[in-house]
Structure formats: structure tokens, C-alpha cells
């Protein structure tokens, strides 16, 4: 079975300092993973992806995560938060099936900004 | 056009009534998802439909009644509810099969419920 942790259900940061989320996962092979970002009351916003290919991966906002099998982990980064980055992020681990797509979402981490 | 739209954006109904969720995208998705939020969770997959057909169904409460009229609707009948199916309910498309599918999901704005 996919799981996915993230072990911070909150993290404080100041504004213009570095971020970084953890994310462990678990799958029976190449797993998918994904970065959603959700302010309150909103649906899920795609920050970035990874299937393949370049373990680095860069999303919108500035964000980045890097995939390291060794450790099964998806660690999101920025250099420098914004105000605007105070939200839910939820890391997922999914794989293709004959019907669509099955994610598998961690608990969330909430992010605030301290100004 | 990339989005997923969601209506009603709030309801709020009584444990007898009948109401229907309404999603609509037109980015040529062939797979469509429900997922149920609770406040300060994750979201929970209820539905999945691929090429208009019922693929997964995640043993969801048969008071909850999914729809797919064509590619770019997807229903969800409602009736009968409890209290506790107040939650944010989120709709999604996706790529499916033999579209070059690269596994993620877009998300549209969710209907809040409120069951009294």
C-alpha cells in the first residue's frame, strides 16, 4: 500500500528566510510525486512533479523538491518565503492505474509566515 | 483554458433533502475525481471515473451518488445525509489512459457542505 508522512504539522518561518518540508513516502515502485498548495477555503494548486528523469525538479513560486530514492523522500525547498507562501502544503505519492490516477495525500504541513 | 469549476461554491441542507454537486472542466480530461476534505485533513478519495465509466469507488456511503453525463461533467448526488458529511468536497480531472498521462491531478475550488 502507498502512504505518504510528513512529520511537521506546523512550521513558523520569517519572511525572506529559507524553507524547507519533509516528505516520506512510501510505494511498491516508481512512485510519482507531487507538491500541493492550499490556502483556506481553496481547492489544491500543483506546485511541482516528479516521475523521471532530473531528481531536482522546480515548480512554480520558486519552489523546488528533490527525490531521493535512497531515503524515499520529496523534500520541498525555497530560498527565501514570501508573506504570500502562508498556507496547507501536501506532499502525494500516486501511480497510474487502468482508471486514472490514485493519490495518496500526507496530513498536510502548515506553513505560516512571520512578517 | 486550465480550470475546474465547482458549483455550488457553499450548501447547506437538511439530513431529508436531495441536492447535487456539479463539476465541469474543459481541458480534455478523461478522468474525473471526488475527494472529501475535513477540516485541517487531507483529502479522501470518494470516486474515480475514467471515459465516462465508475473505476474506483472507495466503499463510499451509498447516500453519496456519482455521475458522469459526459467528458466534461461529473455529478454528485447527494441524499440523506448526516451531520457528519459537512466537509469540503473537491472535484478533479486528470489524463487518463492512452492520453499521455503524466499523473497529476487539477483541482477545482471545492463546494463547502454544511449538513443540519
Known amino acids: 500500500a502507498q502512504s505518504v508522512t510528513q512529520p511537521d504539522i506546523h512550521i513558523t518561518v520569517s519572511e525572506g528566510a529559507s524553507l524547507e518540508l519533509r516528505c516520506n513516502y512510501s510505494y511498491g515502485a516508481t512512485p510519482y510525486l507531487f507538491w500541493y498548495v492550499q490556502s483556506p477555503g481553496q481547492g489544491l494548486q500543483l506546485l511541482l512533479k516528479?516521475?523521471?528523469?532530473?531528481?531536482l525538479v522546480q515548480g512554480i513560486k520558486g519552489f523546488e523538491a528533490e527525490f531521493k530514492r535512497s531515503q524515499s523522500s520529496f523534500n520541498l525547498r525555497k530560498p527565501s518565503v514570501h508573506w504570500s507562501d502562508a498556507a496547507e502544503y501536501f506532499c502525494?505519492?500516486?501511480?497510474?492505474?487502468?482508471?486514472?490516477?490514485?493519490?495518496?495525500f500526507g496530513t498536510g504541513t502548515q506553513l505560516k509566515v512571520e512578517l | 483554458d486550465t480550470e475546474v469549476t465547482q458549483t455550488p461554491k457553499h450548501l447547506v441542507m437538511g439530513m431529508t433533502n436531495k441536492k447535487s454537486l456539479k463539476c465541469e472542466q474543459h481541458?480534455?480530461?478523461?478522468?474525473m475525481y471526488w475527494y472529501k476534505q475535513k477540516a485541517k485533513k487531507p483529502p479522501e478519495l470518494m470516486f474515480v471515473y475514467s471515459y465516462e465509466k465508475l473505476s474506483i469507488n472507495e466503499s463510499v456511503p451509498s447516500r453519496f451518488s456519482p455521475e458522469c453525463p459526459n467528458s466534461s461533467l461529473l455529478n454528485l448526488h447527494l441524499h440523506a445525509l448526516q451531520p457528519e458529511d459537512s466537509a469540503l468536497y473537491l472535484c478533479?480531472?486528470?489524463?487518463?489512459?492512452?492520453?499521455?498521462?503524466?499523473?497529476?491531478?487539477?483541482f477545482g475550488e471545492g463546494s463547502r457542505l454544511t449538513v443540519l
Open positions: 516528479y516521475f523521471s528523469g532530473d531528481t
Open positions: 478533479a480531472s486528470s489524463q487518463s489512459r492512452g492520453q499521455g498521462n503524466t499523473g497529476e491531478l487539477f
Open positions: 481541458m480534455g480530461h478523461r478522468a
Open positions: 502525494a505519492v500516486g501511480g497510474l492505474t487502468g482508471g486514472g490516477n490514485k493519490l495518496t
